[in-house]
């Protein structure tokens, strides 16, 4: 349509043949038909901006790549549903296996920092194999990777890195209660920054989503009050506190900040490339940590001393955290990528519930009545929001449709206004 546009003759080349009234008035005519179909037009490219084709320039050279990211995009929902089952399998297995580990003495602040980040070597399979085993893409492993985003990745991966600490030193000195009460605000502040920096609209459903997964983690907390540790003084709840908070907003701007740069990739491999960056400065902040406290020889130690399972399953215990940590990652990453920000930290905050009914089935954790009112609000205001992106996806697929069978009639429209000119 665009060409169509450009196309149109700004000023008939017969135009001195008529009179100034009548040429006034079928400038106004043509005016007001431009207009309109410009209007048209931009709904149209409102529309449009979801297609699944992007065209990438480099080298003097022009390449028509699909926009996985796009909801035309052949293999959208294929990527969209392995991801939130690698957010599902990473969340809950990463928070039994945590538990696991604390349960039988585990108490190392920066192995449980390094663990959430140390997996990175995975992502090198979906860097790798869909252009050279698959060969289901023409892009190379990063190709269009540029220096600027790097530098934004490694940034951000520093940042990521914190996060993980931060995490880790709350967990270690606040009871679980309090930790997941604080924890819960991270989708509030979510909410809000997704609003300032991506300008997410507010509807009733992500509203209504985030005021139900609150109040479900708020009954989750008030109903685990006896699980305060030993030992925990005021000045160790001021450091908890302070870290869990300082860990919820660090998340809550991660996220969409990476939806941010994720509006100017195109496909799910350099998703991953960016995610390997971020999770090598990561490790690297954690491993200066773990340096600094003993290294791996205190983890060597933690195991044949602390740990009350023996050395083979605490390592077993940390391998599988690794591994777990990571898939929790990869699908954060790669739903912010494939919907947006306040998704992910919905379906984050929407797996607290799995967990505290795998804790039920794993370890035997009570599950009394405030526990399944605070499951029924989680699973109430997740569904509500699948629900309202079902209504927006079936609204978008209207909207094409519709413009679709106006695209031949504006194209008639706009040759008649040509025609007039002639």
Not at 16 to 39: A, C, F, R, V
Not at 121 to 137: D, E, Q
Not at 294 to 315: H, L
Request: proline letters at 3%; glycine letters at 8%; hydrophobic letters at 45%.
């Amino acid at each position: 349509m665009d060409a169509l546009v450009q196309a149109s003759p700004p000023n008939s080349p017969k135009s001195h043949l008529y009179s100034q009234s009548s040429l006034n008035t079928t400038t106004k005519n043509n005016k007001d038909d431009i207009q309109t179909i410009q209007e048209q037009q931009k709904l149209h490219q409102d529309y449009s901006s979801s297609q699944s084709l992007v065209i990438i320039m480099s080298n003097n050279s022009i390449s028509v790549q699909e926009d996985q990211k796009a909801k035309t995009s052949k293999g959208y929902m294929f990527l969209l549903v392995i991801n939130y089952l690698f957010l599902f399998v990473g969340s809950l297995s990463s928070s039994l296996l945590s538990k696991f580990y604390f349960n039988h003495k585990g108490s190392s602040r920066w192995v449980s920092t390094w663990v959430q980040s140390a997996g990175f070597p995975l992502l090198l399979f979906p860097i790798h194999l869909p252009f050279f085993v698959f060969k289901c893409t023409d892009r190379r492993p990063f190709s269009h990777f540029t220096p600027r985003i790097l530098i934004l990745s490694i940034l951000i991966g520093l940042m990521l890195g914190l996060n993980n600490l931060l995490f880790s030193w709350g967990n270690s000195y606040l009871p679980v209660s309090t930790s997941s009460l604080l924890l819960s605000s991270q989708l509030v502040f979510n909410l809000i920054l997704s609003v300032i920096i991506v300008k997410q609209k507010i509807t009733f459903q992500n509203i209504n989503c985030v005021i139900l997964l609150t109040l479900s983690s708020v009954l989750l907390a008030l109903g685990s009050t006896h699980d305060k540790p030993p030992g925990l003084t005021r000045a160790k709840y001021f450091v908890g506190f302070f870290s869990t908070i300082g860990a919820g907003l660090l998340f809550a701007l991660y996220l969409p900040v990476m939806e941010k740069i994720y509006k100017r990739i195109y496909c799910y491999e350099m998703v991953m490339e960016m995610q390997l960056v971020m999770e090598i400065a990561a490790t690297a902040l954690a491993t200066v940590g773990m340096a600094s406290d003993g290294g791996f020889s205190e983890m060597k130690r933690e195991s044949q001393v602390k740990f009350d399972k023996g050395p083979e399953i605490y390592w077993i215990t940390v391998f599988a955290n690794v591994v777990t940590w990571q898939l929790c990652f990869m699908g954060t990453a790669g739903m912010v990528f494939l919907t947006s920000s306040l998704t992910g930290g919905i379906c984050m905050t929407a797996l607290l519930a799995m967990n505290v009914l795998g804790g039920v089935l794993v370890y035997g954790d009570e599950f009394g009545g405030v526990k399944v009112v605070s499951t029924v609000l989680c699973g109430w205001g997740f569904c509500s929001y699948v629900y309202g992106m079902y209504l927006k996806m079936k609204k978008e697929e209207e909207m094409g449709e519709e413009m679709e069978d106006k695209n031949h009639g504006l194209e008639m429209a706009h040759n008649a206004v040509a025609a007039n000119n002639v």
